[in-house]
């Protein structure tokens, strides 16, 4: 799990899926919080299992990720409706990583989306995850060789800093840190 994702919003969501942990439609009808118990999608009584592999849309969804995946990637990767819920096992390939990473955070949107009530939007889906994995693969870069080169080049601290900045309105706490850190060593 702590390698899927930097982000406490997917390890949380990965979390509560692999435990089984979610309240649907179903808890809050048995406690009186909400009136309907079916799917907002399309319309079958909803409960866990529902939610992510009974529902054509849930089931929909993922697939169109996978074949984007497999478009992008060059590549194809067969994989059951298990592995599409909770991950396919690696030892450290990256290509597999990023697969995981793609997979959570369609369920992720679909979930978030599904509790809203919102149709799911394939675009802004794939804008969403794009850059997703941009933020992934700049979190997971060393940040004292950069500040090394950056020392050297001042117009690299430039696009740094910038970067920063835009992803401190997405990850705070996180970035933020690491912003300091940057600024820091590059006055020091």
Known sequence: ???????????????????????????????EIEDNKSCHYCGDEISLLHSFLGCHIATDFPQNVLCWFYEKENSSITINSEEILFGVATDNDNRIKKLNFCL???????????????????NVFLRK????????SFASLNFSSIVSQSKQNKQTFHIISILLRKLNRIYPVEISCSYVIVLYLFVA
């Open 104 to 122: 959570l955070s369609a369920e992720f949107y679909f979930h978030f989306q599904k509790i809203n009530q919102r149709a799911c939007n394939w």
């Open 129 to 136: 995850l794009n850059f997703m994995l941009k933020v992934e």
């Open 1 to 31: 799990m702590q390698s899927i994702s930097k982000q406490s919003k997917l390890k949380e969501f990965f979390y509560k899926l692999a435990h089984r942990i979610f309240i649907t439609k179903k808890e809050l009808h048995l406690y």
